[in-house]
């Protein structure tokens, strides 16, 4: 003969496991964390076992577990050591980390979609749960993938204030230990779709060749499947992605810049199994385009700022300066100074020199789409005094 229940705990918390179904001649209970005909006692009221000072015996009977941990969740059994009994009680500890525990409550008849999601700190036994037969069903998670069902009967007014901000006076359900857990059809409405808005991005790869593209939409159970097109066409089935990277809600495609133009437009599509809806976002990229202040001058020994500032460009793209179009890239250091702001680089030049500074600088912007420069004309003039 056995019995069973479920029961919830948080990280760092405690929790009391009772020993339900035990005869009154019985003299020892066992406690076990798993089958007990496959694991060795976990604790015991009358033999001594390696102490953890986290576990301990209420009533010679109950379980207490304090400071309790992720790996403390799963089956615990209490069976009575009696030769003409074999009475067991099999509780399921789930342990909650930061959330806790959430229960979704549907009618037990046509069960289709929950009536509301409803989460406070407290026990089960007195979560508010949209109750409108005698008999309902509530599926208690701790988080999204570990649910277990719990059979709710006897409706009673709840004192407390549901957390959705609705008026006391909601029916709450007080969970009955020996209803028939079983009886409670598994609903298909486990899942929940999205809540947040399905968006998408273009960046630059890190070796600034590559065009990223970012689909994200977060905040569902299972995970939203996510798909890139161009021109109707899935990018999965393009011989010029390079790689494609699924995280979670978060779907990334590189593609070779070799086949890409501008004002390309790439289309994310989602879908999720709970949403008939199928939202989509598109990304257009773009040609950097530039423009700078007019030509500079500078006198001898002064320092001058030529200004370049990015109008356009989709992923954004990298500002550089050079000396000439067949020069490298300046690099900051000594006289020459850049700093970036947003869209727009700004190279100083600090004490200018007639005979090395003087000409036209070439800004160049480049995105894996393509590469814009423009030139930045600046004049040293020497500064000549008044003859008397």
């Known amino acids: 003969a056995g019995t069973e229940e479920v029961v919830f705990g948080k990280v760092g918390g405690s929790i009391l496991l009772l020993c339900r179904n035990v005869s009154k001649e019985a003299t ?7 089958d007990p005909h496959s694991f060795p006692p976990l604790f015991s009221s009358r033999v001594a076992f390696p102490p953890d000072v986290r576990f301990s015996l209420v009533d010679n009977s109950s379980l207490r577990i ?3 941990r992720l790996q403390d969740e799963g089956n615990y059994t209490c069976k ?18 930061k959330s806790v525990p959430c229960l979704w409550a549907s009618p037990s008849m046509g069960l289709s979609q929950p009536q509301g999601q409803f989460c406070q700190d407290q026990s089960p036994e007195s979560l508010p749960v949209a109750v409108t037969q005698a008999r309902a069903c509530v599926w208690a998670c701790v988080r999204p993938s570990f649910c277990t069902k719990i059979l709710l009967l006897a409706s009673v007014r709840s004192e ?17 230990p020996w209803g028939s857990v079983g009886s409670c059809p598994i609903p298909p409405a486990l899942s929940y779709p999205p809540q947040s808005t399905l968006k998408c991005w273009a960046e630059t790869s890190s070796s600034g060749l590559t065009l990223q593209l970012f689909c994200s939409w977060p905040g569902g159970y299972p995970h939203p499947t996510l798909h890139w097109r161009e021109e109707g066409h899935d990018l999965e089935n393009s011989s010029w992605v390079i790689s494609s990277t699924r995280s979670s809600d978060t779907h990334v495609e590189t ?4 086949h890409l133009a501008h004002r390309k437009v790439f289309k994310c599509v989602g879908s999720h199994v709970v949403e008939q809806e199928e939202p989509a976002c598109s990304v257009e990229i773009k040609l950097p385009s530039l423009e700078s202040d007019p030509p500079q001058t500078c006198l001898v020994g002064d320092n001058v700022t030529l200004t ?8 954004a793209a990298r500002l550089s ?14 006289r020459f100074l850049i700093a970036q702001e947003g869209n727009v680089s700004r190279l ?31 004049t040293v003039k020497r500064e000549w005094g008044c003859l008397g």
């Open 28 to 34: 020892e209970v066992v406690w076990f964390q798993g």
């Open 66 to 68: 304090t400071e309790l």
């Open 80 to 97: 009575e050591v009696l030769n003409k009994t074999d009475h067991e009680h099999r509780v399921q500890l789930l342990v909650a980390s």
């Open 160 to 176: 407390k204030q549901p957390p959705d901000g609705r008026e006391a006076g909601t029916r709450a359900a007080r969970r009955d």
């Open 255 to 258: 593609l070779n810049s070799s």
């Open 308 to 315: 370049c500032r990015l109008t356009e460009g989709v992923p």
């Open 321 to 334: 300066w050079l000396r000439g179009i067949t020069q490298p890239e300046i690099q900051p250091g000594g």
């Open 348 to 378: 100083t030049i600090q004490n200018c020199s007639q005979g090395t500074d003087g000409g036209c600088y070439v800004c160049k912007a480049q995105n894996p789409v393509g590469l814009r420069e423009m030139f930045v004309c600046l």
